[in-house]
């Protein structure tokens, strides 16, 4: 029989779930040494009084790391110049943050010679998937502990977020939700999403007034049009409206100027890695911002057979993102390519915010490839005779199938 954990890394939010986990756990391994591990990744007031909650509910010690840079510039920014999208919605706000809590649980592993790292994922979703691969591929020596796979989890009547309500009750564990208002979020400087209650039936419309958090609904969004101005370097944000300023940052304003204008709101019905499909609205101001302006700049700085690989490149790495896999030696590759690739995105893009639409209105690239005068109607640099014969070769499979084959008509 396998020996249990002595000392385990919990993922720790201040959430329903793990705050339960803690006392579980101490039940479960008994003499086992928690340390709550919460990382900062721009959830507003939601860490306030974590350190505290983690000691009431069974902790033994407690790392609060602040990762918001290093979140923004190291993990976003690459995934933005690769313009990752999951199933042509999701900007994948909840999967590009798993890696990063899971790498630094590694590190405070060590640091403070734990044997053990855990979550409180759920066995249905895709989070437990993220969490242990980066597990495995960071420090795959390490025992991982995942409760809510755990039988004994189940023996202890933790079946969803109902009975998890009842057992923080019971153990008196502080929490905030109830069972009146019980929609599962998850918030970071990228996005915030919500699952649960009427949202997980599609034949509903999510009560947006009781939902919505970063955005106000359309029909509460400003009147007046906004513009932003953004400038890139690389395929990288590096200032807004003329002021250079830390990735986090720019993030932090976009959210601000585009949730005032209702921009990134999302509902979608999507596939789970599990294989089930899931219902959940999505809010991404600033980084439906920040792709609206990228993809007006690399439609002007990127040559035409390279822009359309890397479109079709973007859907694969959309995948290892929302699959956990970022620390994969396949996205490592990718991202290769699409940093190689964006080394000429640079330049300014302004966009226009109005109810709802982020709408990329003006875009001055430092080494554009749109020529102006090559583009209108005038001739004189562009022989029109040359298409004749270009049309004819370029053609010719479909005309020798029509003249051997007679498609019909």
Same mark, same amino acid.
């Given at each position: 029989?396998?020996?249990?954990?002595?000392?385990?890394?919990?993922?720790?939010?201040?959430?329903?779930?793990?705050?339960? +986990?803690?006392?579980?756990?101490?039940?479960?391994?008994?003499?086992?040494?928690?340390?709550?591990?919460?990382?900062?990744?721009?959830?507003?007031?939601?860490?306030?009084?974590?350190?505290?909650?983690?000691?009431?509910?069974?902790?033994?010690?407690?790392?609060?790391?602040?990762?918001?840079?290093?979140?923004?510039?190291?993990?976003?920014?690459?995934?933005?110049?690769?313009?990752?999208?999951?199933?042509?919605?999701?900007?994948?706000?909840?999967?590009?943050?798993?890696?990063?809590?899971?790498?630094?649980?590694?590190?405070?592993?060590?640091?403070? #010679?734990?044997?053990?790292?855990?979550?409180?994922?759920?066995?249905?979703?895709?989070?437990?998937?993220?969490?242990?691969?980066?597990?495995?591929?960071?420090?795959?020596?390490?025992?991982?502990?995942?409760?809510?796979?755990?039988?004994?989890?189940?023996?202890?009547?933790?079946?969803?977020?109902?009975?998890?309500?009842?057992?923080?009750?019971?153990?008196?564990?502080?929490?905030?939700?109830?069972?009146?208002? +019980?929609?599962?979020?998850?918030?970071?400087?990228?996005?915030?999403?919500?699952?649960?209650?009427?949202?997980?039936?599609?034949?509903?419309?999510?009560?947006?007034?009781?939902?919505?958090?970063?955005?106000?609904?359309?029909?509460?969004?400003?009147?007046?049009?906004?513009?932003?101005?953004?400038?890139?370097?690389?395929?990288?944000?590096?200032?807004?409206?003329?002021?250079?300023?830390?990735?986090?940052?720019?993030?932090?304003?976009?959210?601000?100027?585009?949730?005032?204008?209702?921009?990134? +709101?999302?509902?979608?019905?999507?596939?789970?890695?599990?294989?089930?499909?899931?219902?959940?609205?999505?809010?991404?101001?600033?980084?439906?911002?920040?792709?609206?302006?990228?993809?007006?700049?690399?439609?002007?700085?990127?040559?035409?057979?390279?822009?359309?690989?890397?479109?079709?490149?973007?859907?694969?790495?959309?995948?290892?993102?929302?699959?956990?896999?970022?620390?994969?030696?396949?996205?490592?590759?990718?991202?290769?390519?699409?940093?190689?690739?964006?080394?000429?995105?640079?330049?300014?893009?302004?966009?226009?915010?109005?109810?709802?639409?982020?709408?990329?209105?003006?875009?001055?690239?430092? #080494?554009?490839?749109?020529?102006?005068?090559?583009?209108?109607?005038?001739?004189?640099?562009?022989?029109?005779?040359?298409?004749?014969?270009?049309?004819?070769?370029?053609?010719?499979?479909?005309?020798?199938?029509?003249?051997?084959?007679?498609?019909?008509?």
């Amino acid at each position: 029989m396998a020996k249990g954990p002595k000392k385990i890394v919990l993922a720790y939010s201040g959430g329903l779930d793990t705050s339960v +986990i803690l006392p579980w756990l101490k039940d479960r391994y008994p003499g086992v040494k928690l340390v709550a591990f919460a990382a900062e990744l721009g959830q507003g007031d939601e860490l306030r009084g974590i350190e505290e909650k983690a000691y009431a509910s069974g902790a033994d010690e407690v790392v609060v790391k602040d990762l918001r840079k290093e979140f923004a510039e190291e993990y976003c920014f690459p995934m933005l110049r690769a313009r990752a999208i999951y199933e042509d919605d999701y900007l994948l706000g909840t999967s590009i943050a798993r890696p990063l809590i899971a790498k630094h649980q590694v590190m405070v592993a060590k640091e403070t #010679k734990a044997d053990a790292v855990g979550h409180g994922a759920t066995g249905k979703g895709n989070d437990q998937v993220r969490f242990e691969l980066t597990y495995m591929a960071l420090n795959p020596k390490l025992k991982i502990i995942s409760p809510w796979k755990d039988p004994k989890f189940i023996e202890d009547g933790l079946t969803d977020r109902e009975t998890a309500i009842d057992y923080a009750k019971q153990h008196n564990i502080p929490i905030e939700q109830t069972k009146k208002k +019980i929609y599962s979020r998850d918030r970071n400087l990228w996005h915030i999403s919500h699952e649960g209650a009427e949202i997980e039936d599609p034949t509903q419309e999510p009560d947006w007034a009781h939902c919505l958090v970063m955005c106000v609904p359309h029909e509460k969004s400003a009147a007046k049009a906004q513009h932003v101005t953004i400038e890139f370097k690389a395929g990288t944000p590096i200032a807004v409206n003329g002021e250079k300023v830390p990735g986090d940052d720019i993030i932090a304003y976009l959210n601000m100027v585009g949730g005032k204008h209702a921009v990134g +709101i999302k509902l979608l019905a999507e596939n789970r890695l599990v294989g089930m499909k899931s219902r959940g609205v999505y809010e991404t101001p600033g980084g439906t911002i920040l792709y609206e302006a990228i993809k007006a700049l690399e439609q002007v700085a990127i040559e035409r057979d390279t822009y359309h690989f890397k479109r079709q490149l973007a859907q694969r790495y959309a995948e290892l993102v929302y699959y956990g896999q970022w620390f994969h030696p396949l996205r490592e590759a990718m991202q290769a390519f699409v940093d190689e690739t964006s080394k000429l995105v640079t330049g300014t893009v302004t966009v226009k915010l109005y109810k709802g639409n982020a709408t990329a209105v003006k875009v001055e690239a430092d #080494k554009s490839l749109y020529d102006t005068e090559l583009a209108s109607f005038a001739m004189d640099d562009y022989d029109i005779t040359a298409a004749r014969g270009f049309i004819d070769v370029f053609g010719l499979p479909m005309k020798v199938r029509g003249l051997k084959q007679k498609p019909k008509l």
